[in-house]
C-alpha cells in the first residue's frame, strides 16, 4: 500500500491524494458539474470524501466485501441526520448516521456491523482523529444548510428489508442523536422542521 501524504492545514477542504482504485470509483460516482470539497483516507483502503452534492465512503479491498474491487456508497446531505467520530485506544471510527435507512430488528448495539464493514463508516488511524474531526464539522455544515440539493432515492442496504422509516420514528431517532450530544441544537432543530414539512 503507498504510503499517503497529508496535506491538512486546518482549513476546508482537507485533501488527501486518493489511491487510483479510489479515485477511479470516486469519479465513477460523480455527475456533471459536481465538485470534490474534500476527502480524507482512512485504514485499509477507506475513504471519505465530500462533494458539492453528497458524501461517498468509498472503500476497496477486502474491507469492501471484494477481493480485487471495490464499492462506492453516496449519501445526500439532506439524508444525513448526523456524522459521528469515536476513537479508542489505536484507531477511530467514523460514521455517517443516515435517516431513512432501515435499522437491523433486535437490540441496535447486538447486531451492530463493524465500522470496516458497515457501508456508512469507515476506520482511521487515532492519530488522525483531527482531520476526520474536522470532515465531520464540514460535512454537519453541508447538510444543515436550506439549499442542499434535493435527496435522491437511496437503496436500502442489501443485508437489510427495504423499508421507509416512517417520518415519527426519524424525528425520535433525532431525538436520540441530539439527546447524546452527536446533534447541536440547531442541527437538530432544523432536521427536525424539515420532517415536519413533509408530514
Same mark, same amino acid.
Given at each position: 500500500?503507498?504510503? #499517503? ?5 486546518? +482549513?476546508? /477542504? #482537507? ?8 479515485? $477511479?470509483?470516486?469519479? %465513477?460516482?460523480? =455527475?456533471? +458539474?459536481?465538485?470534490?470539497?474534500? %476527502? ?21 479491498? #477486502? ?10 456508497? @453516496? ?8 456524522? *459521528? ?11 455517517? =448516521?443516515?435517516?431513512?435507512? &432501515?435499522? /437491523?430488528?433486535?437490540?441496535?448495539? $447486538? ?6 464493514? @458497515? ?8 492519530? +488522525? %482523529? ?12 453541508? &447538510? ?6 434535493? /435527496?435522491? !432515492? #437511496?437503496? &436500502? /442496504? ?10 415519527? *420514528?426519524? =424525528? ?7 439527546? !447524546?450530544?452527536?446533534?447541536? +441544537? ?5 432536521? $427536525? ?7
Amino acid at each position: 500500500m503507498t504510503k #499517503l501524504t497529508k496535506t491538512y492545514n486546518g +482549513d476546508w /477542504p #482537507l485533501m488527501q491524494p486518493l489511491g487510483a482504485k479510489e479515485a $477511479k470509483l470516486r469519479d %465513477q460516482n460523480m =455527475i456533471r +458539474d459536481e465538485q470534490v470539497l474534500g %476527502q480524507v483516507i482512512g485504514s485499509f483502503g477507506q475513504a471519505i470524501i465530500a462533494t458539492t452534492h453528497k458524501v461517498l465512503i468509498v472503500k476497496t479491498g #477486502l474491507m469492501a466485501g471484494q477481493t480485487f474491487g471495490g464499492k462506492a456508497t @453516496s449519501y445526500d446531505y439532506r439524508n444525513i441526520m448526523g456524522v *459521528e467520530v469515536r476513537t479508542g485506544f489505536s484507531q477511530g471510527e467514523f460514521e455517517v =448516521i443516515v435517516g431513512g435507512l &432501515a435499522t /437491523p430488528a433486535g437490540n441496535r448495539y $447486538k447486531d451492530k456491523v463493524k465500522a470496516a464493514e @458497515s457501508p456508512n463508516a469507515i476506520v482511521f488511524a487515532k492519530s +488522525d %482523529q483531527k482531520l476526520f474531526q474536522s470532515m465531520a464539522a464540514q460535512i454537519r455544515v453541508m &447538510a444543515a444548510q436550506p439549499s442542499a440539493p434535493p /435527496p435522491h !432515492t #437511496l437503496a &436500502a /442496504p442489501a443485508n437489510h428489508a427495504s423499508r421507509q422509516v416512517p417520518i415519527p *420514528e426519524q =424525528i425520535r431517532q433525532l431525538a436520540e442523536l441530539h439527546a !447524546t450530544g452527536v446533534l447541536t +441544537d440547531s442541527e437538530f432543530a432544523a432536521k $427536525k422542521a424539515e420532517l415536519l414539512s413533509r408530514m
